[in-house]
């Protein structure tokens, strides 16, 4: 029986991005890491969930995106120029390059402001034998989301773009309470994304 590997990040970089135009496009819009780094909106993600635990990064194909995330440090896959950019498809892509891996942190690549002590009490959890978890601040859940090794059937099935939001209504689901409004700031618009340049909280 083979040894399962600790948990790891998904780092979905492969959307559309219709609200704000090519979905590539908004990942790369300058953006200064929380250390402060220059860096991008996808490279701030992925270099908070770097601090915690190893990061997988799921983009559509070649690209100044992937060399980005690789230069930081990420192992990167890709759907592939013709394939569904579907969240269920990324998530499907990402899951299917790390099955030995005792569970995934699934983070989208445009929430550039989940601070590191989140990843690290989700990372936790996962890693002390939660199934789900979520982080939660005054009653409502964000981002990311983690899942044990044994949702992995579950995972790979999912279809469409709720990602794996149909899970979460498990009653297995770990709540973790934390401090931390990035859980819910997403960059959907050139307005969200000048907001949370100001907002450095």
Do not use: Y
């Not at 979905?23 to 490279?43: I, M, S």
């Not at 060399?67 to 969240?87: F, H, I, K, S």
């Not at 942190?105 to 199934?131: C, E, I, K, N, Y």
């Not at 044994?150 to 099935?157: D, E, I, W, Y």
């Amino acid at each position: 029986m083979s040894t399962l590997s600790p948990p790891i990040a998904l780092l979905l970089a492969a959307g559309r991005g219709s609200r704000f135009g090519a979905h590539e496009e908004k990942l790369l819009q300058p953006f200064v890491h929380h250390d402060g780094r220059p860096g991008v909106v996808a490279t701030a993600t992925a270099a908070t969930l770097l601090e915690v635990m190893p990061v997988l990064a799921v983009v559509h194909g070649e690209g100044p995106l992937a060399d980005a995330l690789r230069a930081l440090g990420c192992t990167v896959c890709m759907t592939g120029q013709d394939g569904p950019r579907e969240m269920s498809a990324s998530l499907r892509c990402g899951l299917q390059h790390a099955t030995q891996a005792a569970g995934w942190l699934v983070a989208l690549a445009d929430m550039p402001r989940v601070q590191p002590h989140t990843v690290r009490r989700l990372r936790d959890a996962l890693a002390a034998g939660a199934s789900m978890v979520v982080p939660v601040m005054q009653g409502r859940r964000g981002n990311p989301a983690g899942f044990a090794q044994s949702h992995l059937p579950a995972l790979l099935s999912l279809q469409g773009d709720r990602g794996a939001r149909a899970l979460l209504e498990s009653p297995a689901l770990v709540e973790i309470a934390v401090e931390d409004a990035g859980i819910f700031a997403d960059v959907d618009t050139p307005e969200d994304l000048q907001r949370l340049r100001q907002n450095r909280g």
